[in-house]
């Protein structure tokens, strides 16, 4: 096992020490839509929605990356490598899980108001948020009731579909992560060229 392997399991490691311990659940988040306000009639909800898609295409590609990990474990590996480390990986990707569903929620509830193309964009990444979340949440459950049948094809199948579907969530919100890559970046006009409506 490489040394940048290594390093990286002690990452999940600490993880597991420094995170509460790990329950195995999902909570939904309960979406509710709050008082209209006389700031609701001022609001840029298009800015809003822009910077939700934004972190979803974040969290979309972090959720990606530790799929792809565990989808790197061999055989071999497996032998050396005790149920904990899955377990602090799917502690991670129930963190992206979980962010990106309470985003999609918000989206949802202003998703009326908006224009055309991100009320496009939010249809098109909520099927994959979705998938993500229920596929997090299914492996996290096998982990807790089978931690020694890591190798079940349906258990190793799970990780390939959370990489999955977080890579269609990522290309679906493309538009609004490059967004706020030029608001970070002070590119102004790039941003409103993104947003279409103006930051």
Same mark, same amino acid.
């Given at each position: 096992?490489? =040394? ?11 993880? %597991? ?23 609701? *009639? ?26 792809? *990990? ?8 497996? /032998?050396?490598? /005790? ?8 502690? +991670?990707?129930? *963190? ?12 949802? %509830? %202003? ?7 991100? +009320? ?9 948020? %979705? ?6 949440? =299914? ?8 931690? /020694? @049948?890591?190798?079940?094809?349906? *258990? ?21 992560? @490059?967004?706020?890559? =030029?608001?970070?970046?002070?590119? +102004? ?11």
């Amino acid at each position: 096992m490489g =040394a940048l392997r290594l390093r990286n399991l002690v990452g999940y490691l600490v993880v %597991i020490m420094v995170l509460p311990a790990v329950t195995f659940a999902v909570t939904p988040p309960v979406c509710r839509c709050g008082p209209v306000t006389p700031e609701s *009639y001022q609001w840029n909800f298009s800015k809003e929605a822009a910077e939700l898609l934004a972190q979803i295409h974040y969290d979309a590609f972090q959720a990606k990356y530790d799929a792809g *990990y565990l989808m790197s474990f061999d055989h071999g590996e497996r /032998d050396l490598i /005790d149920w904990s480390v899955d377990g602090g990986i799917l502690t +991670q990707e129930k *963190y992206w899980a979980n962010d990106m569903d309470q985003k999609l929620c918000r989206l949802r %509830i %202003i998703e009326r108001v908006l224009p055309a193309d991100q +009320q496009a964009e939010i249809k098109s990444v909520a099927p994959s948020v %979705i998938e993500v979340k229920d596929a997090t949440e =299914a492996a996290i459950q096998f982990v807790n009731n089978h931690p /020694d @049948q890591l190798f079940e094809p349906w *258990y190793t199948s799970l990780a390939p579909a959370i990489y999955n579907e977080a890579s269609k969530a990522e290309a679906a919100s493309a538009n609004a992560g @490059q967004y706020m890559e =030029a608001r970070y970046t002070g590119n +102004q006009g790039a941003a409103r060229e993104n947003l279409k409506t103006g930051s």
